[in-house]
């Protein structure tokens, strides 16, 4: 690995690379775990890529090295050649065969498909702030049920329930371990102040230029008729005035509510346990919006509030004393983000709850097409992405690598014949 990696200008063909790279990454981690035969089925399976990647016509062009344009890069690169040369290059231009069973698996797994994935590698350390959250596992504080568990980690409880093979309403135990995904893209960067994306129910906070927090949220009700629009609205803001220990004014849109439900009309609400707000309130520059901790911290990561914004009570503590009276911030509606990472191309879709999008699968292929991408992505991919729109951000890249190898193994048999077993 180290020698392909030195050898081969990452501009090259870097999404074959990084599929060898993410192989080689398996293998360790599951050896880490001291999981040896499927280790050592991952690296058996890396060795096959790289041996298919250079008998490919491109990749032994490029191991020639034709016209290098000066001495010292000659020799640089004839130092890097003489490193792989010796074990990978030099097996396949002396056309090694592969035994029957490195054939098969060349051939069935080439897409990785047959092997499992390291179910708690966290990915945090392969993707740079436009990218955020893990592949990882939590484990449960007592009586901790699956939607607080949800509104902690900024995922559904259908998410949890499907990932770990039960049910919403399961019970829980202390010290169980639940597997999760909460990856995501973070739909806007701004230099300081917060970001809010609708469909992704999570708020972001930036300073320096840099994301301080992200964190789930609750977000209006899909509400929205002549009479009551409980919806967020989009747009820009101020932040005005920070409160602890709120009273809460209850707007006339809800005492109207109240009235139409046969409730008793309240026209405030003390501080205290059954306040809505919680114990922080940030006040934004949106009418009768604000940023607010809840008394139902299980609401968090759904669209159940009347307009405003419910954090986690845990962690608007923090953020409460982050945010500072006058920074700015925008509301956003963006159900579909794309972005680009260690050249492998990430789409997250969320379902489009107000109604706002002209087609989720339009936007996916705008977005792509925009960012030029529309050759480095799987169609099929992004039309599983955009069914399901998961609201993670999931991998939906062309791997080069297969019909490299394809390419490669055809060329190999229309010149030596098909390849015998290995002794």
């Not at 498909?113 to 990218?131: C, N, Q, Y």
């Not at 708020?203 to 009700?221: D, H, I, T, W």
């Not at 956003?332 to 990430?346: C, L, Q, S, T």
């Amino acid at each position: 690995m180290a020698g392909l990696c030195s050898f081969l200008v990452t501009e090259s063909l870097p999404q074959e690379l990084s599929s060898i790279k993410t192989c080689f990454e398996h293998a360790e981690e599951f050896e880490k775990n001291e999981e040896r035969e499927i280790a050592d089925r991952y690296y058996l399976l890396a060795l096959q890529k790289i041996k298919l990647f250079l008998l490919s016509e491109k990749q032994v062009k490029i191991a020639n090295i034709e016209k290098p344009v000066s001495k010292t890069s000659a020799a640089k690169h004839e130092t890097a050649s003489s490193a792989i040369s010796s074990e990978i290059l030099k097996d396949a231009e002396n056309e090694t065969p592969l035994s029957s069973a490195e054939k098969k698996l060349a051939e069935a797994a080439l897409s990785d498909a047959m092997l499992p994935a390291p179910a708690t590698t966290s990915v945090d350390a392969h993707f740079s702030d436009k990218i955020i959250g893990r592949i990882d596992t939590y484990k449960v504080k007592n009586r901790e049920t699956i939607s607080i568990i949800a509104a902690k980690l900024g995922v559904s409880r259908q998410h949890l329930a499907k990932m770990n093979g039960i049910r919403v309403n399961s019970t829980l135990k202390a010290g169980q371990e639940i597997k999760y995904d909460n990856r995501r893209i973070v739909p806007l960067k701004i230099q300081d102040g917060i970001v809010i994306n609708i469909p992704d129910r999570t708020l972001y906070f930036f300073r320096n230029g840099k994301l301080q927090n992200s964190l789930p949220v609750a977000l209006g009700k899909p509400v929205k008729n002549r009479k009551y629009d409980w919806t967020t609205p989009t747009g820009k803001f101020t932040i005005t005035a920070k409160q602890k220990n709120p009273t809460w004014k209850v707007p006339a849109s809800i005492r109207s509510e109240m009235e139409e439900k046969g409730q008793e009309i309240i026209e405030t609400v003390p501080p205290g346990p059954t306040n809505p707000l919680g114990k922080y309130a940030i006040k934004t520059s949106i009418p009768n919006i604000l940023i607010h901790s809840t008394s139902e911290p299980a609401s968090i990561y759904s669209f159940a509030s009347h307009g405003c914004i419910r954090v986690y009570p845990e962690t608007m503590e923090n953020f409460f004393y982050q945010v500072r009276v006058k920074s700015h911030g925008e509301i956003i509606y963006r159900p579909v983000k794309i972005a680009m990472e260690n050249n492998r191309v990430f789409l997250e879709v969320h379902r489009d709850i107000y109604g706002k999008s002209p087609g989720l699968e339009l936007e996916a292929r705008k977005e792509i097409n925009k960012l030029q991408l529309k050759g480095k992505v799987d169609w099929k991919k992004v039309e599983s992405v955009v069914k399901h729109s998961s609201g993670i951000a999931e991998d939906v890249t062309l791997d080069m690598l297969d019909s490299a190898a394809k390419r490669a193994k055809s060329t190999y048999r229309d010149e030596h014949g098909p390849v015998p077993p290995q002794s």
